[in-house]
């Protein structure tokens, strides 16, 4: 991290669990833990589980998101969630491109740019995933893959936007495997996306936006993945769904 010039992110991505009384325990659990953190607290839930989420939340330090939102304000899509139904409610940020929605749901980088540009112009702040998959970075084509997707994603998103958005690195291999990439590698790709954020917009606009690392981050490794200068926060999956482990995550990304 380097705290100097950009915020230190930790935001948990519940995926799809806690029901909404699981949720209220889990948040008051949370909440006296990291009171005290010197980094944003993000807590992404289910969509069902945000509204007892914001209630649960008020008057703490933590901020809610969502883990996807639709492209469209309205409309003929059954079952989908618009950008301003979530703003409304209270709702602060939004995980979009997650790779499980890559992977599992069809998601690709146009509708991860289409999803972005909405969220941004409903005044989500979006936290947009990237990373490559183990057969690409056996194949040494990391820089491609994560270049191709930054580009994508954020087409058309202007530098005055991107101040709105956190990118999460998060290499497929590495999420929900117990295989956290080293810090090194982590580092490594995090400094790359910030130089192709400097190519695409400018040094300076690069230097301030948080890109965060995502994968089997826990209380263990915590420490040496967010003592690297370009990891500058945590999305954080299994870990988030423990208190205890949170907030050690949290203190980690508090000093
Ligand atoms: P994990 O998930 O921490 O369980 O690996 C991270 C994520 O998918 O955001």
């Not at 649960?56 to 492209?71: L, P, S």
């Not at 994603?153 to 936007?161: F, R």
């Not at 695409?200 to 936006?209: F, K, M």
């Amino acid at each position: 991290m380097n705290k100097a010039v950009r915020k230190a992110v930790i935001a948990g991505n519940w995926k799809m669990n806690k029901t909404p009384k699981e949720a209220k325990e889990l948040l008051s659990a949370v909440a006296p833990l990291v009171k005290e953190a010197d980094c944003e607290v993000i807590a992404c839930v289910p969509f069902v589980d945000l509204q007892t989420a914001i209630e649960t939340t008020d008057g703490t330090n933590i901020k809610i998101g969502a883990e996807n939102c639709h492209w469209a304000e309205s409309g003929a899509f059954t079952g989908e969630i618009s950008a301003p139904m979530l703003k409304e409610m209270g709702v602060e940020y939004v995980v979009l491109g997650h790779s499980e929605r890559r992977q599992y749901f069809g998601e690709t980088d146009e509708t991860v740019n289409k999803r972005t540009k909405a969220a941004l112009r409903a005044g989500l702040k979006p936290i947009v995933c990237v990373g490559e998959l183990l057969w690409e970075r056996e194949c040494n084509i990391t820089e491609e893959v994560i270049a191709r997707q930054i580009k994508l994603d954020l087409w058309d998103v202007s530098a005055e936007e991107l101040k709105n958005i956190i990118i999460a690195y998060e290499p497929v291999w590495a999420i929900g495997t117990g295989k956290t990439a080293t810090a090194e590698q982590a580092e490594e790709v995090c400094a790359f996306i910030r130089a192709t954020l400097a190519k695409l917009y400018d040094p300076a606009a690069a230097e301030a936006v948080t890109i965060q690392y995502g994968g089997s981050m826990n209380d263990g490794n915590a420490d040496e993945l967010l003592g690297k200068t370009n990891v500058d926060g945590g999305l954080i999956g299994g870990a988030s769904l423990v208190a205890e482990k949170f907030a050690a995550i949290v203190k980690a990304a508090s000093k």
